[in-house]
């Protein structure tokens, strides 16, 4: 597990510089923000494309070697944006193709990673390497982003593009440190739609499962769109452009930080009961975008943010390692991406593109209302306010 943990640690923290270098290549490049929503949607569409194949994969191979496979591939299509941005201008359908091909390395990773963390934890120890994983993402987060904003401006955005290739390349050679994982068995004959037939039966199965996954895709449609794509644009209005950004983004991995060492100790008994209402902590950022508050209300408001983001991403994962069974989990969680992330380029695009005619405030609204809503809804259901966590070994209807 340390050799996994030090891998994805190094890759995510050059991941996290990235979103301000690519947001202030955009702009700077004169696409303004429907550039940077055609940008940030290619970089999902390819996701959610293959994320069913890469759950697919993850129960029929190596989830480490799936792992390595797109590292390796990210780092070089990085390493080459960082030379073509050094060299020269880059149109901004390069940029999407760029875009699109580290989106595709994440239809596999995030399926054989999820896979592959309960076969080197008991579940004793589930949560916490769950949550170790989110430290991980929390302190890239916190770290990343300013540090990106920083080399954007002394510098420019191939700096932070060379080093997220190299990140990769060392993530993978950690990777190589992790044991060797084996495929379950599987039916003889079985094919990729029988494979996809069989996760989707357990993921239907639990209403607990896909009433989250539709509050999610409601989120990615709304809320994450709002903040990633107008937010840069707040910003380069009157926050301190990629340098405010930059602690803005900091700011939210501050307080995933925080979050991620305290769920690092503590096992709610209802994880979901817990998890849901930690949604409502992204709530404060995006009012004080849309009031244009000063820069450091804005951090203290992205504090909550992350707080509340990493406080349910380990809950959910946890509850979906604990109550799946393991010989389709990747499967499953490949259902949880696609129903979750479905909805994100369409979201992207169209906040992109409304942003100019209504103005960020009405759309900001929008994300409060969908975050407040969808949480209310998703804890009037009992099979969210009761599940408790377990190491399943058949379905719970």
């Known amino acids: 597990m340390r050799n996994l943990l030090a891998g994805f640690w190094t890759s995510v923290l050059g991941s996290q510089m990235t979103p301000v270098a690519l947001a202030f290549a955009v702009l700077a490049s004169g696409h303004g923000v429907a550039g940077l929503g055609l940008v940030l949607g290619a970089s999902r569409l390819p996701t959610v494309g293959f994320v069913l194949v890469g759950g697919v994969l993850a129960d029929r191979v190596s989830r480490r070697a799936l792992l390595l496979t797109a590292d390796v591939a990210r780092g070089v299509s990085q390493a080459a944006l960082a030379v073509w941005i050094f060299t020269g201008h880059v149109p901004l359908a390069a940029l999407m193709i760029f875009a699109a091909i580290d989106g595709l390395g994440s239809a596999f990773f995030r399926p054989a990673l999820s896979g592959l963390i309960p076969s080197l934890n008991g579940p004793a120890t589930l949560q916490r390497a769950n949550a170790l994983i989110g430290f991980g993402r929390s ?49 003889a004959g079985a094919g990729v739609v029988a494979d996809l037939r069989e996760g989707w039966a357990e993921f239907r199965s639990r209403r607990w499962l896909w009433s989250l996954v539709a509050q999610s ?32 983004l900091g700011g939210f991995g501050a307080g995933a930080v925080v979050a991620g060492l305290v769920m690092a100790r503590v096992t709610p008994r209802h994880p979901l009961r817990t998890g849901v ?19 450091p209300v804005v951090i203290a408001a992205a504090v909550a943010g992350g707080a509340g983001m990493t406080v349910y991403v380990t809950l959910w994962e946890t509850t979906l390692q604990a109550n799946v069974p393991r010989e389709v989990l990747s499967r ?66």
């Open 139 to 187: 302190l890239g987060g916190l770290i990343g982003p300013a540090a990106g904003g920083l080399l954007v401006a002394a510098f420019n955005p191939g700096t932070v593009f060379a080093i997220d290739a190299a990140s990769y390349l060392v993530s993978a050679l950690f990777l190589l440190g992790v044991p060797r994982d084996t495929a379950a068995p599987r039916a």
């Open 217 to 248: 895709g409601l989120i990615h449609l709304t809320v994450i769109p709002a903040y990633l794509v107008l937010g840069p644009q707040i910003a380069a209005d009157g926050l301190g452009g990629p340098r405010g950004w930059g602690f803005i």
């Open 277 to 295: 209402p930690a949604l409502l902590g992204f709530v404060p950022v995006l009012l004080v975008l849309g009031l244009s508050a000063p820069l």
């Open 332 to 397: 499953v969680v490949a259902y949880d991406w696609f129903g979750s992330l479905v909805t994100l380029p369409l979201g992207y695009v169209l906040v992109g593109f409304a942003a100019p005619a209504l103005g960020a405030v009405p759309l900001l609204a929008v994300g409060i209302a969908v975050i407040v809503t969808t949480s209310a809804a998703a804890l009037a259901l009992p099979d969210v306010r009761r599940l408790t966590n377990h190491h399943a070994t058949a379905p719970s209807v």
